[in-house]
């Protein structure tokens, strides 16, 4: 059997195409993914700060459902083993011991949560709903990731 070229018609083979479907299948999850941070207002600010200042049960519930979810996902994969769009086995990598690099990380990203009014997962959600200061929040967020990676080797792990 032949096949015949159309001119001007590319044909992408299928690994191509199948990376494609996965990339859109991933903007079609980001989307749905920042219109839910929206819509619950997660990425509020206000609703935010009522947080940090115990005024509000609402973040506490998102977050916490967001826990739970994690929970339940872990377990299963744990469970029973996931594959990966290209068949590998999905692993959960059990956590280090000790608790200094938690609270650390926790704190660090806590106090930066804080003062932002956001975490990292809404600031590209809020660029994407106009709110342009946060093109300044997602600066120091990167500038951050890469202290972090420069320091990293001096950090106490």
Known sequence: MTTTKIPG??????????????L??????????GV???????????RIQEMFRFESFHMFGLIGSAVLTGMVTTAL??????????????????????WRRYVLGGLTFGVGWGLAGVCPGPIFTL???????????????????????????????
């Open 9 to 22: 018609v590319h044909t992408a083979p299928a690994s191509t195409t199948r990376a494609a479907t996965g």
């Open 24 to 33: 859109l299948a991933y903007l079609l999850a980001g989307l749905y993914f």
């Open 77 to 98: 994969l744990r469970r029973f083993v996931g594959r990966s769009r290209e068949g590998q086995a999905i692993s959960v990598t059990p956590k280090e011991k000790g």
């Open 127 to 157: 660029l994407g709903a106009g709110i342009w200061p946060m093109l300044l929040v997602l600066a120091f967020a990167l500038l951050g990731t890469y202290l972090y990676g420069a320091f990293k080797d001096r950090l106490p792990h």
């Open 36 to 46: 839910v941070l929206v819509k619950s207002e997660a990425a509020s600010w206000y």
